[in-house]
Nanobody
């Protein structure tokens, strides 16, 4: 089994910054893509940013130029640096990872429990 645990959420004023972290633990052979999703009240969960094992990143248009995703493969950890935060960034942020647990196994999708980010206007 694999566990993902997010940290770094909290309350921040508009224009401020937060850095989210997500560490994967358990039986892990390799991790393919690691992603950050978010879900605001009354809205569907949406992809915020993703990064491949090689470091290629992609972003939602709404966060381009403000958020930066990165990962430390040695630590099985993904980060989300969020700058110039806006009220509309308020949501629960979820970490997601595509994990291969063993050399001979296929990959499976895992999710963290989420961390709340609240941006006051």
């Amino acid at each position: 089994q694999v566990q993902l645990v997010e940290s770094g959420g909290g309350l921040v004023q508009a224009g401020g910054s937060l850095r989210l972290s997500c560490a994967a633990s358990g039986i892990i052979f390799s991790i393919n893509t690691m992603n950050w999703y978010r879900q605001a009240p009354g809205k569907q969960r949406e992809l915020v940013a993703g990064v491949t094992s090689g470091g290629t990143a992609n972003y939602a248009d709404s966060v381009k130029g403000r958020f930066t995703i990165s990962r430390d493969n040695a630590k099985n950890t993904v980060y989300l640096q969020m700058n110039s935060l806006k009220h509309e960034d308020t949501a629960v942020y979820y970490c997601n990872a595509d994990v291969r647990e063993r050399l001979w196994s296929g990959s499976s999708d895992y999710w963290g429990p989420g961390t709340q980010v609240t941006v006051s206007s």
